[in-house]
């Protein structure tokens, strides 16, 4: 099993910044690759970016490309997302997720966290 805790959600303005956090605990962090999904009210959660288990391969979706940044510290056991350039169509709970592979498929990932909010004002 592997617990997932997100952090960092909040109110920013359009334009603003907001870094995320996940805290993993139980098995080995680094066996893992994580993503980052979002799920806005009345719509089906979504890719946001996932990173390898190594930090050496990261991809994102088009929607948050150029914006948005994954990076991980094994040592840590933490995974993060720097978010820039902030749109009111951000505003969402983020999920943090683990699995085998850096995948875009959220039925890829086999342990998620709760979610952090993340509202974007206009």
């Known amino acids: 099993q592997v617990q997932l805790v997100e952090s960092g959600g909040g109110l920013v303005q359009a334009g603003g910044s907001l870094r995320l956090s996940c805290a993993a605990s139980?098995?080995?962090?680094?066996?893992?690759?994580m993503g980052w999904f979002r799920q806005a009210p009345g719509k089906e959660r979504e890719f946001v970016a996932t990173?390898?288990?190594?930090?050496?391969?990261?991809y994102y979706a088009d929607s948050v490309k150029g914006r948005f940044a994954i990076s991980r510290d094994n040592a840590k056991n933490t995974v993060y997302l720097q978010m820039n350039s902030l749109k009111p169509e951000d505003t969402a709970v983020y999920h943090c997720?683990?699995?085998?592979?850096?995948?875009?498929?959220?039925?890829?990932?086999?342990?998620w966290g709760p979610g952090t909010q993340v509202t974007v004002s206009s």
């Open positions: 997720a683990a699995g085998p592979r850096a995948e875009s498929h959220r039925y890829e990932y086999d342990y």
């Open positions: 139980g098995r080995t962090f680094s066996n893992y690759a």
């Open positions: 990173i390898s288990w190594s930090g050496d391969s990261a």
